[in-house]
C-alpha cells in the first residue's frame, strides 16, 4: 500500500486507496501539472518482478490511453517510478453494475436496454480501435453519480491474457466465451457473448451458469444449453430475450457479426418490445437428401444449356408475375352476408358472382400450387445443372486420367495426387499455419486473424532475426491446425555481443549458468587432463573460444571441464547428498551423463541434493559405476514449505495416475507431459490450493483434478499428464475460503507435450 502524499512520475499526488482489484490497487490521486483529481491504478507486486507481463501491460495500457470516448473510462498515463507501475485514469465517482444489481435484485427491461446501448458504444469504440476488452463483465461497467455508464480496464485485460502462465488470465468464467474457457482464441464475439452473459444477469438477478467449482461453470459454457432468461424473468420482452440468446451462441459463427448489429436491435427492441426483428441462425438437421435418378440424368445430359436457361427465364417470370396478395376470403364472407339482405334478384346475380368468385378462388388455388411446383422445380432445376457440371468434371477428369483429353497419362499421376491434396484440405476444416518467423508481432496477429487463429506469447530469446521480430513458433509453418487454436511464439533479443568472461578454475556447472544467463548456447566437454593439478575435478579448464573473445547471444561457447584422474571403467560413486547443486555435479565430474531432477522438500534447504541414485559410495556398501555409460540422477530441493505441502508431488502423482487421461496414456503407451512454471496467483493468502485440469478429448470437454486441498508453495513447478495426443488444456486454480468453499484466482492455458 501506498502512502498518502506519495508523488507518481513526480506528477501525480496519492491522496488515498479507493480500492483493490486482482491485479492492482487503486488510488485517488491528484495530477498537479493539469490540476485535476485522478483515478491511478498501481499493479501489484506479484506483476512487478514478471518483466513478461510488465512489457506487455506497458505495450496495452498506452495503446488504451489512445482509446477516448464518454462510455469509456479513459486513460491518460501510464508508467513506471521506482518500480512501480501505474496507470492514471479518468476518475468516475458512481458504483458497478455489479452492485447496482445485486442493490435492485433485477433490472427493468427499459433500464436494462439504456445502460447496455452506453455499454455496448463504449465496447464499439474500443473494437474499431482493434482493442478487444476480454473481461467484459458487470464489475468492469461503472454508472456514474450523473447517469453515466462507462466500460473499464482497457488494456490491462489483454496484457494478461498475453501472459499465459505467468499470470492469470484475466475474466471471471462465469462471463468467459466458450472459445476463451477452452484456451482459444478470442475476438470481438468473444466480448459479444460475455456482453450477452452480462445482459442475462441485469434482467434476471442471476448468471445463467454456475457452479461449485470453476470447471464445472466451464464446462457448463462449452456443453449446456442456458435456461431462458424469461424462465427468472416472465415480463422480459421478447426481442430483448432473442437479443440475449444471440449474443450467448456457442458457435461464433451464430453471434451478431459486430457491436454495431447489437445496437440496432436493442434501440429497435425499445420500439418493438415483442417484434419478432432478431434473427437467430438455425441448423437444418432434418434436410432430405434428393437422389438424382438415371432417367433424370440422361435428360440434362442430353438438354441443351440454352433451352434450360429458356426454361428457367420463363419460369421467374412467371412467378414474379403472380400476386398472391389479392385474394381475402374474409372480405369474401362479408360479402356473403351483405346479399343475405337484398332482393331476390341481388340474390340471384350475388349467386352468379359467388361463382365466379369460386372459379377464381379455385384459379388461384391451381396457381399457388404452381408456384410452389414452381421453386421445387427451379430447386430441382438448380441441383440438376449442378450435378450436370460435377458429371462432366467427372468425365474431363476421367478423360485425362485415360488419356482421352487434356495431357494424357504422363499428367495423371500428378493430376491425382493435387485432387487428393486438395481433397485433404478442404475435407478436413483445418486450416495451415502460416510463417511467423521474421514478422513484427502486428503483422503476425493480422496474419493469424485472418485464420481465426490465435497467438501466445512466451518469451524472448537470442536469435538471427531483428530485435523484436518474432524469431520461432509452435507450431511451424505449414501445420495443419483448428480454427480458434493458438500458435506460441518467441520474440528476437537480437544478437547482442557478449565477451567471454576468464572462468579458468571455476566450477564448471555455475560457469555453465553465468553463460546461459547472458544468452549463449553452452556445450560441456568433459576430458581427462594431462596436468590434474591444475584445476579440481569438475572445474572449468578451457573455454571456445577463449576469454576475452566477443560473441553473440545465440552462439555456442564450449566449456572444456575437468575428469580428474583416469581411473578406467570403473570408479567409485561419490555420495553428494547434503551438498550444493553445482558443487555435486562437480564432485561427480568424472561421469559423463548426469541427470537434475527437482523435488520439494519441508527440511532440506533449496538447491541442496536430497538424493540420488544410484547411492553413493561408502565404507559398509561400496558403489561403483562406469564413468563413459551409466547416469547418475541426483535429486534437489526446490524449496521448503510445511507438511501438506511436502506430500504435494506424492499425492498430485497419485491423483494425476488415477485419472482417465493419464490411466489411457499409459494404456497406450504414450505419455503427455505438461511441465510449466506456475507463478503465484494474484489474491492468494496461502489457504489450500485447488487445481483442475480441462481438456477437449475427442471432441468432448473432460476434466481431472490434479491438486486438491493442498497449500503450494510458488512458483509451483507443475507436472501434468493429460490426455494422449491433446497438446491443449486450461488449469483452473482456487483457493479454499474460510466457510470450506473454493473462490478462483485464475485460469491458465497449458501445453503437452509427448514424452520421450
Not at 487463429?453 to 518469451?459: L, V
Not at 541442496?608 to 553413493?616: E, L, M, Y
Not at 561408502?618 to 514449505?641: A, E, F, H, L
Amino acid at each position: 500500500m501506498i502512502k498518502e502524499g506519495v508523488f507518481l512520475g513526480k506528477r501525480y499526488e496519492i491522496l488515498g486507496r479507493i480500492g483493490s482489484g486482482g491485479m492492482a490497487d487503486v488510488y485517488k490521486g491528484k495530477d498537479h501539472k493539469l490540476n485535476r483529481f485522478v483515478a491511478i491504478k498501481v499493479l501489484k507486486s506479484d506483476y512487478r518482478s514478471d518483466e513478461t507481463f510488465i512489457k506487455k501491460f506497458l505495450s496495452e495500457a498506452q495503446a488504451a490511453a489512445g482509446l477516448m470516448h464518454p462510455n469509456v473510462v479513459n486513460v491518460y498515463d501510464v508508467g513506471q517510478d521506482r518500480g512501480l507501475y501505474y496507470m492514471v485514469m479518468e476518475l468516475v465517482e458512481g458504483i458497478t453494475l455489479k452492485d447496482y444489481i445485486e442493490k435492485k435484485g433485477k433490472l427493468s427491461a427499459k433500464e436494462t436496454i439504456s445502460i447496455a446501448i452506453q455499454m455496448v458504444t463504449g465496447i464499439q469504440a474500443a473494437h474499431n480501435c482493434h482493442i478487444i476488452h476480454r473481461d467484459i463483465k458487470p464489475q468492469n461497467i461503472i454508472i456514474s453519480t450523473d447517469g453515466k455508464v462507462k466500460v473499464t480496464d482497457f488494456g490491462i485485460a489483454r496484457a494478461a491474457s498475453s501472459n499465459t502462465i505467468s499470470s492469470n488470465v484475466m475474466g471471471s468464467v462465469h462471463y468467459s466465451s466458450p472459445e476463451q474457457v477452452r484456451g482459444g482464441y478470442s475476438d470481438e464475439k468473444s466480448d459479444i457473448y460475455s456482453l450477452g452473459i452480462t445482459l442475462y444477469e441485469m434482467v434476471t438477478g442471476r448468471v445463467p451458469f454456475d457452479g461449485d467449482t470453476t470447471v464445472a461453470i466451464a464446462i457448463k459454457h462449452l456443453q449446456e444449453e442456458m435456461v431462458p432468461p424469461s424462465l427468472y424473468a416472465p415480463d422480459l420482452p421478447y426481442s430483448l430475450e432473442q437479443i440475449i440468446l444471440k449474443c450467448t451462441q456457442k458457435s461464433v459463427d451464430r453471434r451478431y457479426n459486430k457491436m454495431e448489429d447489437v445496437i440496432a436491435d436493442l434501440k429497435h427492441s425499445l420500439i418493438d418490445p415483442q417484434g419478432d426483428f432478431v434473427k437467430l441462425t438455425s441448423v437444418d438437421t432434418d434436410a432430405k437428401t434428393v437422389v438424382i435418378s438415371d432417367e433424370e440424368l440422361g435428360e440434362i445430359k442430353h438438354t441443351p444449356k440454352q433451352s434450360i436457361k429458356a426454361d428457367i427465364e420463363a419460369l421467374e417470370k412467371e412467378l414474379n408475375e403472380t400476386n398472391y396478395d389479392d385474394y381475402d376470403p374474409d372480405e369474401d364472407e362479408d360479402r356473403t352476408s351483405r346479399s343475405r339482405s337484398r332482393s331476390s334478384r341481388d340474390r340471384d346475380r350475388e349467386r352468379d358472382r359467388e361463382r365466379d368468385r369460386e372459379r377464381d378462388r379455385d384459379d388461384r388455388e391451381r396457381r399457388l400450387k404452381k408456384k410452389k411446383r414452381g421453386v421445387s422445380v427451379a430447386g430441382s432445376i438448380v441441383a440438376l445443372i449442378a450435378g450436370a457440371a460435377v458429371l462432366i468434371a467427372v468425365i474431363v477428369v476421367a478423360g485425362k486420367a485415360t488419356g482421352l483429353i487434356g495431357g494424357g497419362k504422363a499428367n495423371t499421376e500428378a493430376d491425382q495426387q493435387e485432387q487428393t491434396t486438395q481433397q485433404d484440405n478442404t475435407d478436413d476444416g483445418l486450416v495451415p499455419v502460416p510463417d511467423l518467423v521474421g514478422k513484427t508481432e502486428a503483422e503476425a496477429q493480422e496474419l493469424l486473424a485472418s485464420l481465426n487463429i490465435g497467438m501466445s506469447y512466451k518469451g524472448e530469446e537470442a536469435s538471427t532475426q531483428a530485435k523484436g521480430n518474432i524469431s520461432s513458433q509452435d507450431p511451424v509453418e505449414g501445420t495443419r491446425v483448428e480454427k480458434n487454436s493458438t500458435v506460441n511464439y518467441y520474440v528476437s533479443k537480437g544478437s547482442e555481443e557478449i565477451t567471454v568472461p576468464d572462468l579458468f578454475g571455476q566450477n564448471g556447472a555455475a560457469a555453465q549458468e553465468t553463460l546461459e544467463s547472458q544468452g549463449v548456447n553452452v556445450q560441456i566437454n568433459k576430458i581427462y587432463p594431462d596436468d590434474t593439478s591444475s584445476v579440481d575435478i569438475g572445474c572449468v579448464l578451457d573455454t571456445e573460444p577463449t576469454a576475452g573473445t566477443t560473441v553473440k547471444a545465440g552462439d555456442t561457447v564450449t566449456l572444456t571441464i575437468s575428469r580428474g584422474i583416469d581411473y578406467g571403467d570403473s570408479v567409485q560413486v561419490p555420495d553428494v547428498t547434503g551438498l550444493e547443486k553445482n558443487e555435486a555435479i562437480a564432485k561427480l565430474g568424472k561421469f559423463l551423463n548426469i541427470n537434475v531432477e527437482t523435488q520439494v522438500s519441508t527440511d532440506v534447504a533449496e538447491g541442496t541434493v536430497i538424493s540420488q541414485d544410484p547411492i553413493g559410495f561408502t565404507d559398509d556398501d561400496p558403489v561403483y559405476g562406469n564413468p563413459d555409460t551409466d547416469t547418475i540422477t541426483i535429486t534437489v530441493s526446490s524449496g521448503t514449505q510445511d507438511t501438506s505441502a511436502a506430500e504435494s508431488t506424492e499425492d498430485t502423482t497419485q491423483t494425476q495416475s488415477s485419472s482417465d487421461a493419464a490411466a489411457a496414456a499409459v494404456a497406450n503407451g504414450e505419455i503427455w507431459k505438461c511441465t510449466q512454471r506456475l507463478n503465484t496467483p494474484t489474491g492468494y493468502t496461502g489457504g489450500l490450493v485447488r487445481l483442475e485440469l480441462v481438456q477437449e478429448v475427442s471432441g468432448v470437454p473432460t476434466a481431472s483434478t490434479v491438486v486438491d486441498g493442498q497449500q503450494l508453495t510458488f512458483p509451483y513447478q507443475l507436472d501434468i499428464i493429460g490426455a494422449p495426443g491433446v497438446a491443449e488444456g486450461t488449469l483452473y486454480l482456487s483457493e479454499q475460503q474460510s466457510d470450506g468453499s473454493y473462490q478462483e484466482l485464475g485460469h491458465y492455458p497449458l501445453t503437452f507435450e509427448k514424452a520421450e
